[in-house]
């Protein structure tokens, strides 16, 4: 068993805890200590992969993830909606295109309680992967139709994750809930060993979660089965910007759940979109979209417009994606279309929109 020890740092937990800020990412991959052996892809044992419920749509790239702690440091969970990290955490997603490696994106923890940003690509024969320009790097990988993956600048990275308080996204409270939803747009098998909040805690890994929270694990409340996807899919993709306490609060527009017993968020996600006029003029927005969604006008919802569109001025999510994601339109335009009456007001914390 993995146990307590698992997920040693790679320089050892207490050196690294009082390690100053480094002044530069590694130049190579393999030098974040991801890898056993690096040119058999055998990653370190020490470290976790996992998979969440919610995963973030990237022009349908596959992806894999881990994390790795400190010896001897846990996550605090006292705040489940807010984890935080300890320093010497460090985080790697690995992006493949068409059974090609393309990227690995790492973050770690600094001393100062800063994140650092970097992303490597992986050279044609496959065998490592080079720190990537902190602008980033065009044409990374050909989709056809003029179309290209984008290998995001720091900048890029920092707009998306300076979004949430705790930075780190798709690592939380709902993604690793034991009660996983098996209607997830893309959702994605677990991975061995089966990171979730139980065993996190049973590891020593996470601690001070909501003893609740263990007993009855966090699912999305919807309507239906298919309102508790589309509403997980825009956490998943969405709540990192818009939530109750980052960058974009004074909008009014969560579509983050959180695990806070006094406030039912799932529902307050509905509550802030489904009938609520658009703040602002959107470039390019037609004079009859005047509603974040619209019951039963998918059409004239500006979330779903915004959702299809790649135009960069009008896209959303703004950046890290080129190619529309086609199911998850396809559902949220079927629920929109199933909505048949809006809640009141961006204030209510009562029942979910009723569906037909």
Known sequence: MIGVALAVAFLGGAALAR?????????????????????????????LEFSPQYPLWSDGAVKRRWISLPARAAIDGSNPDVWVFP??????????????????????RQGDGTWRYAT?????????????????????FDFGGGRSHFIPSIDDCKSCHRGHP????????????????????????????????????ENKLLKRLPRALLKKPPVIDGATPAERAVLGYLHGNCS?????????????????????????????????????PVRGHVPGQAPDAKLRIEPGQPERSVLLRRMSSRNPLVQMPPVGTVVPDDEAIRLV????????????????????????
Request: aromatic share 8%; charged share 25%.
């Open 120 to 140: 490597y690509a992986w050279n044609e024969d496959q065998t490592e992967a080079r720190l990537v320009s902190e602008k980033g790097r065009p044409k990374a």
């Open 333 to 356: 335009a079927q629920w929109i279309r199933d909505l048949e009456s809006p809640v009141p007001s961006a204030e209510a914390s009562g029942k979910s929109a009723q569906t037909k």
């Open 19 to 47: 390690k100053p800020v480094s002044k530069s990412p590694p130049e190579l991959l393999h030098e974040t200590g991801l890898y056993a052996d690096v040119e058999r892809h055998q990653i370190d044992p020490q470290h």
């Open 166 to 201: 705790a930075e780190v996204l798709g690592f939380g409270t709902l993604q690793l809930s034991p009660a996983r939803d098996p209607n997830a747009i893309h959702g994605e098998p677990m991975p061995a060993p089966g990171v979730d909040l139980g065993y996190l805690v």
């Open 240 to 276: 990192h910007c818009h939530n109750d306490a980052g960058s974009m609060r004074n909008l009014g527009f969560s579509l983050q759940h959180v695990q806070r017993p006094a406030r039912n968020r799932a529902e307050r996600a509905i509550a802030t979109a489904v009938g609520q």
């Open 87 to 108: 320093v010497g955490t460090r985080f790697w997603k690995e992006f493949s295109f068409g059974g090609r490696r393309i990227e690995t994106r790492y973050m770690e």
